[in-house]
Each structure stands twice: as structure tokens, then as C-alpha cells.
């Protein structure tokens, strides 16, 4: 059983910057992919970014492209997600992703088998 949770959420002016933590509370060993998605009320939830944890490959959904950055420490069992330049719409919960048995990574919440609950990001204009 992998369990996730994220940390570093919070309300910042738009323009700043925040970065997101996912603590890992078991063995990593059997997970192949990690993604931040993200979620606001009356929406379905969308990919934000991915990473293959051993390969290092990333993914981004294309709203966030050269403003985010996903990255993993393996030896901390921890992923984070930079967020720069933030705007208004990237306000949403954000949930931390693990998936087993993948071949590709891609932003599909769907392909996911484990959350962690969420930590509110909310950027004011």
C-alpha cells in the first residue's frame, strides 16, 4: 500500500511562487510514475505534471509549460512540484499521484492508483 502526502500549499499574489511536497510513507519500489493533478469545484480532475521515477522522463499539461517543474528526490521518497509565475486559474486543490505497473506516464487521473488528500493552492490577482 503506498501512502502519499502533500505539503506546501497555501495563498500567494499572482506572479509568486510556491512549491509542493508528496511525502512517500512506503517503499517506492513498485511505483513507476508520480504526477501533481489538480481539481476545482464542478470540474474533473486534470493533469498537471509527471514524472517516470526511474527513467526521470517528465510531462507537463501545456497551461503549465515553462512555469512548473516536477522533480523527485528517491533518496527522501519525496516529489515536488515548483510552481512559478503563478496565475489566478492555476487556483485548485492539488493531489499528489502513484501509479504501478506503467509503461508511459501520461495526465490521466484515470491511470492513477493512489492520492494523497490534497493541499489548497490559491492564487489571488
Known amino acids: 500500500q503506498v501512502q502519499l502526502q502533500e505539503s506546501g500549499g497555501g495563498s500567494v499574489q499572482a506572479g509568486g511562487s510556491l512549491r509542493l511536497s508528496c511525502a512517500v510513507s512506503?517503499?517506492?519500489?513498485?511505483?513507476?510514475?508520480m504526477g501533481w493533478f489538480r481539481q476545482t469545484p464542478g470540474k474533473e480532475r486534470e493533469g498537471v505534471s509527471t514524472?517516470?521515477?526511474?527513467?526521470?522522463?517528465?510531462s507537463y499539461a501545456d497551461s503549465v509549460k515553462g512555469r512548473f517543474t516536477i522533480a523527485q528526490d528517491n533518496t527522501k521518497r519525496t516529489l515536488y512540484l515548483q510552481m512559478n509565475s503563478l496565475k489566478p486559474e492555476d487556483t485548485a486543490m492539488y493531489y499528489c499521484a502513484a501509479r504501478v505497473s506503467a509503461l508511459t506516464c501520461a495526465l490521466a487521473a484515470s491511470d492513477y492508483n493512489y492520492w494523497g488528500q490534497g493541499t489548497q493552492v490559491t492564487v489571488s490577482s
Open positions: 514524472i517516470a521515477r526511474r527513467r526521470g522522463s517528465t
Open positions: 512506503s517503499s517506492i519500489y513498485s511505483i513507476d510514475c
